[in-house]
Nanobody, 122 residues
Framework: QVQLVESGGGLVQAGGSLRLSCAAS????????MDWYRQTPGKQRELVAA???????NYADSVKGRFTISRGNAKNTVYLQMNSLKPEDTAVYYC????????????????WGQGTQVTVSS
């Protein structure tokens, strides 16, 4: 059983910063990549930022230059540093672990966290 727990969301004024954290736990042998998605009511979940096990990163155009994704030393954690926040960044942010290999599964699976709310006031 793999669990992803996000933290760090909250309410911030436009121009402010927040740092989201996501920690994966369970009988994990390796994780290929970890991503951050966000979703607002009535819209599809969209990819915000992604990082591979090798450290390669990818960002949505709307957050380039403002957000930074990184992985912790334990490799089962991922962070999203969000600077210069805008009201349009308001959403529920989800952590996604891609290609998770565990001691109990024969195939690699993907897992989602429960989400953390980020609200940016104007």
């Amino acid at each position: 059983q793999v669990q992803l727990v996000e933290s760090g969301g909250g309410l911030v004024q436009a121009g402010g910063s927040l740092r989201l954290s996501c920690a994966a736990s369970g009988s994990i042998l390796s994780i290929n990549g970890m991503d951050w998605y966000r979703q607002t009511p009535g819209k599809q979940r969209e990819l915000v930022a992604a990082i591979t096990s090798g450290g390669s990163t990818n960002y949505a155009d709307s957050v380039k230059g403002r957000f930074t994704i990184s992985r912790g030393n334990a490799k089962n954690t991922v962070y999203l540093q969000m600077n210069s926040l805008k009201p349009e960044d308001t959403a529920v942010y989800y952590c996604n672990a891609v290609g998770v290999k565990t001691t109990t599964t024969r195939i690699n699976l993907n897992y989602w966290g429960q989400g953390t709310q980020v609200t940016v006031s104007s």
